[in-house]
């Protein structure tokens, strides 16, 4: 069984900082993709950042400059970095891995159980 394990999440008022962690309970240093959605209540769930193994990162426009995505496979965890949190920048904020390796399984598509990010205005 995988485990994406999220923390960091929490109240901030706007334009404040938080740093999100998603640790893996198997190894991600051959996930192509690692990435951060969020979902707001009543919206659906949407990519805010991903990069790849090669450390390629796109994100979504409403957080160019303000969000930094990282990976460190040593210690199969992904960050995201968000500085001048807005309160539209508020939702529950998921880690994805596209492949994670628990000894000799590999598991596609694996979600965390998400982290709860509220920004007040």
């Known amino acids: 069984q995988v485990q994406l394990v999220e923390s960091g999440g929490g109240l901030v008022q706007a334009g404040g900082s938080l740093r999100l962690s998603c640790v893996a309970s198997?190894?991600?240093?051959?996930?192509?993709?690692m990435a951060w959605y969020r979902q707001a209540p009543g919206k659906q769930r949407e990519l805010v950042a991903s990069?790849?193994?090669?450390?390629?990162?796109n994100y979504a426009d409403s957080v160019k400059g303000r969000f930094t995505i990282s990976r460190d496979n040593a210690k199969n965890t992904v960050y995201l970095q968000m500085n001048s949190l807005k309160p539209e920048d508020t939702g529950v904020y998921y880690c994805?891995?596209?492949?994670?390796?628990?000894?000799?399984?590999?598991?596609?598509?694996?979600w965390g159980q998400g982290t709860q990010v509220t920004v007040s205005s």
């Open positions: 994805y891995a596209d492949k994670v390796v628990v000894g000799i399984t590999t598991y596609f598509g694996s």
């Open positions: 198997g190894s991600i240093l051959g996930a192509d993709v």
């Open positions: 990069i790849s193994r090669g450390g390629i990162t």
